[in-house]
Antibody, heavy 124, light 111 residues
Framework: EVQLLESGGGLVQPGGSLRLSCAAS????????MSWVRQAPGKGLEWVSSISGSGGKIQYADSVKGRFTISRDNSKNTLYLQMNSLRAADTAVYYCAKAVHHILTGFLSNFDYWGQGTLVTVSS | QSALTQPASVSGSPGQSITISCTGT?????????VSWYQQHPGKAPKVMIY???NRPSGVSDRFSGSKSGNTASLTISGLQAEDEADYYCSSHTSSSTYVVFGGGTRLTVL
């Protein structure tokens, strides 16, 4: 059974930092790209960042570029999101999601498994 | 403002059918067959219901179906049930530098 378990959320002041973790199990972690998707209170889903299975390809949304860093440790089956220079607008539930890519094109097909989410609140 | 446009809300009575639209551009929905739909109940994580426009993952009811015409994708739910009441989000591959784009979400109310 695939499981994704996020941790590391909490209350942080504007300008502060936080590191989120996502512990994965039930599948061969290194074979799959992973993403972080966030959802502000009462709002829709927003893709934040993605990383390939090997960690060699990384992408960020413009809204977090230069402030957030995605990484993974395949020996620990864990995905990370280092968040610096946090703003009130970063307040959201952060989900990690397992990505399925089309075998021929490499394009994202869908996120087939999601964690339960971890809440990040940026406030003074 | 979301990259893909969805109606804010739709409603239907038990047993009826409803359709949720998702409108993009030729750079995303219209240009690729990589549209997926997610169901999200309050306080829960999203769950994929449809992928690659019209494919259903194992375990998803065949009451859920997807289609696409031009720059607009659609999710149809037939035989509405109370448990279908949730928020629904579409997403699509995009030729822009963004990895994926989401719609703003549609709240489905079962009357």
């Amino acid at each position: 059974e695939v499981q994704l378990l996020e941790s590391g959320g909490g209350l942080v002041q504007p300008g502060g930092s936080l590191r989120l973790s996502c512990a994965a199990s039930g599948f061969t972690f290194s074979n799959y790209g992973m993403s972080w998707v966030r959802q502000a209170p009462g709002k829709g889903l927003e893709w934040v960042s993605s990383i390939s299975g090997s960690g060699g390809k990384i992408q960020y949304a413009d809204s977090v570029k230069g402030r957030f860093t995605i990484s993974r440790d395949n020996s620990k089956n864990t995905l990370y999101l280092q968040m610096n220079s946090l703003r009130a607008a970063d307040t959201a539930v952060y989900y990690c999601a397992k990505a399925v890519h089309h075998i021929l094109t490499g394009f994202l097909s869908n996120f087939d498994y999601w964690g339960q989410g971890t809440l990040v609140t940026v406030s003074s | 403002q979301s990259a893909l446009t969805q109606p804010a809300s739709v409603s239907g009575s038990p047993g009826q059918s409803i359709t949720i639209s998702c409108t993009g551009t030729s750079s995303d929905v219209g240009g690729y067959n990589f549209v997926s739909w997610y169901q999200q109940h309050p306080g829960k994580a999203p769950k994929v219901m449809i992928y690659e426009v019209s494919n259903r993952p194992s375990g998803v009811s065949d009451r859920f179906s997807g289609s696409k015409s031009g720059n607009t994708a659609s999710l149809t739910i037939s035989g509405l049930q109370a448990e279908d009441e949730a928020d629904y989000y579409c997403s699509s591959h995009t030729s822009s530098s963004t990895y994926v784009v989401f719609g703003g979400g549609t709240r489905l109310t079962v009357l």
